[in-house]
């Protein structure tokens, strides 16, 4: 069992639909971060949260740091949007990494 | 500022050689850490360098090693190349004054070097 759980692995979806991704980790941590990964291989880090809700543009993360989950939104997705999203956490002190969700918006 | 920079961008090495990659973080960034990705394996964090000495490892073997310079640049090597190195290596850089690489401070990727083992 992975210790940083994702899903949907994939998901498509239309443009202009709300999306959401999950992050689910197994202990204890003192931040989680997300990260965008477009074609090309280049990382991009869009949030790293501790607790609550963070906001920029049209993207929101949540966590909850009791049930040990995160989530992702993307509201009014775009095609440009389409990339893998990953969640990592710092365990045993080293940044591991979920297994990604790859994000199709069709125009 | 510039970005985070790694160089070469693409490298094809057959098995046995050795390969040295080279990275140079954000200016006034004194973390670099590195990771390697594979589509088997995922992002997988290889180990980070603060002030000039290895602060963390993850579990590789000997074969990759890695050391940072004054100016804080960064690079890793790998002996003996193995088909199963073929991989995407990324260096992040970071303040690194907030304690370990990912722990409470954002890190800032390089765009990556893609690693073709033959």
């Known amino acids: 069992k992975n210790e940083v759980e994702q899903s949907p692995q994939n998901l498509t979806a239309q443009e202009g639909e709300f999306i959401t991704i999950n992050c689910s980790y197994s202990?204890?941590?003192?931040?989680l971060h997300w990260l965008q990964q477009h074609p090309g291989g280049g990382i991009v880090s869009l949030f790293m949260?501790?607790?609550g809700k963070k906001k920029h543009g049209r993207l929101i993360a949540t966590i909850n740091i009791q049930e040990k989950h995160s989530s992702l939104h993307i509201t009014a997705s775009h095609p440009r949007d389409s990339a893998v999203y990953i969640c990592?956490?710092?365990?045993?002190?080293?940044?591991?990494f979920g297994t990604g969700t790859r994000l199709t918006i069709i125009p | 500022k510039a970005g985070v920079t790694q160089t070469p961008r693409y490298l094809i090495k057959t098995r046995g050689q050795q390969v040295t990659l080279s990275c140079s973080p954000i200016s006034g960034h004194r973390s670099v850490s590195w990771y390697q990705q594979t589509p088997g394996q995922g992002l997988q964090f290889l180990f980070e360098?603060?002030?000039?000495?290895?602060?963390n490892k993850g579990n590789f073997p000997g074969r990759f090693s890695g050391r940072q310079f004054s100016n804080s640049r960064s690079e890793m090597n790998v002996s003996t190349l193995e088909l199963g190195d073929s991989a995407l290596y990324l260096c992040?850089?970071?303040?690194?004054?907030?304690?370990?690489?990912?722990?409470?401070?954002?890190?800032?990727f390089g765009p990556g070097t893609r690693l073709l083992v033959l």
């Open positions: 360098y603060f002030s000039e000495t290895q602060r």
């Open positions: 949260l501790s607790s």
């Open positions: 992040a850089s970071s303040t690194g004054t907030s304690g370990r690489a990912g722990q409470l401070e954002t890190q800032y």
């Open positions: 202990v204890g941590i003192s931040a």
């Open positions: 990592a956490v710092p365990l045993n002190e080293k940044l591991t």
